[in-house]
């Protein structure tokens, strides 16, 4: 739904970042676009980070200058409904990682991660991020200190004494954020 809708968000969001001209800790990326509803009440909520941390007020000039572009932009604006509701933020705690580069900012936090193994079997890890690879060439992977022992998902009792682990990011099923206390 509404994939025009999104395709334009995130071209205007390459946009801003170009003109921005911010390095790549800085650099704004979008995590994801979400669009609901229909033309008379559409809702759309775009979440967006930097490898550093989102602050309020980039959120504020981001939103500002889509919503701009968007009432500038008939064709677009009559895609989107006049009656629209945007939302820019971060994408908080607890939430699923759905970029690669929110993993950098992740380095030293527990993380919980499922993940196909050799044998294409799910598999679930809790373990501290302690290295990330995002280069091409390079495998791009992750490294986690296990928490604690793994087990095999579906099985009792299948626990088996591990050390660092290393994860593909094509293997990784759902990557999420574990809150310490």
């Known amino acids: 739904m509404g994939e025009k809708i999104k395709e334009y968000i995130r071209e205007l969001v390459a946009r801003y970042v170009a003109a921005a001209g911010a390095d790549r800790e800085h650099e704004v990326f979008v995590v994801d676009v ?24 980039e959120c504020v000039r981001l939103t500002r200058e889509i919503r701009d572009a968007i009432e500038a932009d008939e064709e677009m604006l009559r895609e989107v409904g006049e009656m629209y509701q945007l939302t820019v933020s971060s994408p908080g705690l607890g939430g699923a990682i759905r970029n690669e580069r929110q993993y950098l900012r992740q380095v030293g936090h527990l993380l919980k ?31 986690l200190e296990p928490k604690a022992k793994k087990k095999k998902k579906g099985q009792k ?19 999420v954020v574990e809150i310490e206390f």
């Open 113 to 143: 991660v499922q993940y196909l193994d050799a044998e294409d079997e799910e598999q679930e890890l809790v373990g501290r991020l302690v290295g990330v690879e995002l280069e091409e060439g390079s495998g791009q992977l992750l490294r």
């Open 34 to 57: 979400l669009v609901r509803g229909g033309e008379s009440g559409r809702k759309i909520e775009l979440l967006v980070d930097t490898e550093s941390g989102i602050e309020v007020g």
């Open 157 to 175: 009792g299948a626990q088996v004494e591990i050390g660092p682990v290393e994860i593909a990011l094509g293997r990784i099923v759902k990557a």
